[in-house]
């Protein structure tokens, strides 16, 4: 096993996801206009780093290029969306859980949902 080249390549998928990241949030500012979707308060380059992008199915790789799965959201109601969800999933002492962790459980959902 060559470090070197594993350290390498984990640096580049480190990479690759900031760029991603970065990539998909730029996407989502240009498709919509500034507004969250919740509160409806509006943002301009002052205030953007307020303005997030949520991931309807909770799935950040899931970003298809007509903007479907995105939802500006402020940090506000970003969280408050993450609480509703992390409740409606409760039932049992789950872990706490980041929307990563929540990839799984979401996918299972929607089969049951019978999407
Ligand atoms: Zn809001
Ligand atoms: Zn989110």
Known sequence: MDNKRLDAVVAQARRDALAREGDYRARALKLYPWVCTRCAREFTHANLQ????????????????????????????????????????????????????????????KDLLGK
């Open 50 to 109: 307020q303005l997030t992008v949520h991931h309807r199915d909770h799935n950040h790789d899931n970003n298809p290029p007509d903007g479907s799965n995105w939802e500006l959201l402020c940090i506000y109601c970003h969280e408050n969306e993450h609480a509703r969800y992390l409740d409606s999933q409760a039932g049992g002492g789950q872990e706490a859980s980041t929307e990563a962790a929540s990839f799984k459980a979401f996918a299972n959902l």
